[in-house]
T-cell receptor
């Protein structure tokens, strides 16, 4: 079955630096989403990119999608200590009705040091 | 607040106990999900409900029993659990759609931290 994989597993940077996380997947997708999870809490949706899109921006977030390589990246610019969290990519399969599964990756733990 | 409320937030139970987790969403969604999140493992989808009907059971042991009385409420009944069932249990909801324009953005509750002794 399809599985998203993020790398790196952990990333530690200084405040003000940019953070880049990558995600790979295996099968065709309808869209790819990024979620954030603060320690011990639920996931919060950040941004969605459709399979026919290549790049999307939302505030300090920039997502790219390369369907030929089955990969995506999430860039957080000018990071802040409050960005410290785990970040997950999730893929919605192509050819299915929604209200079904998202497949989540293992996540990248981002630590932003003040 | 995401509009999805889970109770209790923390639960400690013995292996012979019976308990229930509750999830309520105020978003008008018609799809609800249970996930299990264990340390150092990917999020595991357990159950999916669409319009109150179970549409997916991801080979979950029978000691976990879901119930969806209406589109706003979802329960997970627990009995004779094992210590390896200790985890964060997350509920989510989404608005179903069809075709290429469907988004399936999921809204999560804060989770129930379950410890099985």
């Amino acid at each position: 079955s399809q599985q998203g994989e993020e790398d790196p597993q952990a990333l530690s940077i200084q405040e003000g630096e940019n953070a880049t996380m990558n995600c790979s997947y295996k099968t065709s997708i309808n869209n790819l989403q990024w979620y954030r999870q603060n320690s011990g809490r639920g996931l919060v949706h950040l941004i969605l990119i459709r399979s026919n899109e290549r790049e999307k921006h939302s505030g300090r977030l920039r997502v790219t999608l390369d369907t030929s390589k089955k990969s995506s990246s999430l860039l957080i610019t000018a990071s802040r200590a409050a960005d410290t969290a785990s970040y997950f990519c999730a893929t919605a399969r192509g050819g299915e009705t929604s209200g079904s599964r998202l497949t989540f990756g293992e996540g990248t733990q981002l630590t932003v040091n003040p | 607040e995401t509009g999805v409320t889970q109770t209790p937030r923390h639960l400690v139970m013995g292996m012979t106990n019976k308990k229930s987790l509750k999830c309520e969403q105020h978003l008008g969604h018609n799809a609800m999900y249970w996930y299990k999140q264990s340390a150092k493992k990917p999020l595991e989808l357990m159950f999916v409900y669409n319009f109150k009907e179970q549409t997916e059971n991801n080979s979950v042991p029978s000691r976990f029993s879901p119930e969806c009385p209406n589109s706003s409420h979802l329960f997970l009944h627990l009995h004779t659990l094992q210590p390896e069932d200790s985890a964060l249990y997350l509920c989510a909801s989404s608005q179903p759609g069809t075709g290429a324009l469907a988004k399936n953005i999921q809204y999560f509750g804060a989770g129930t931290r379950l410890s099985v002794l």
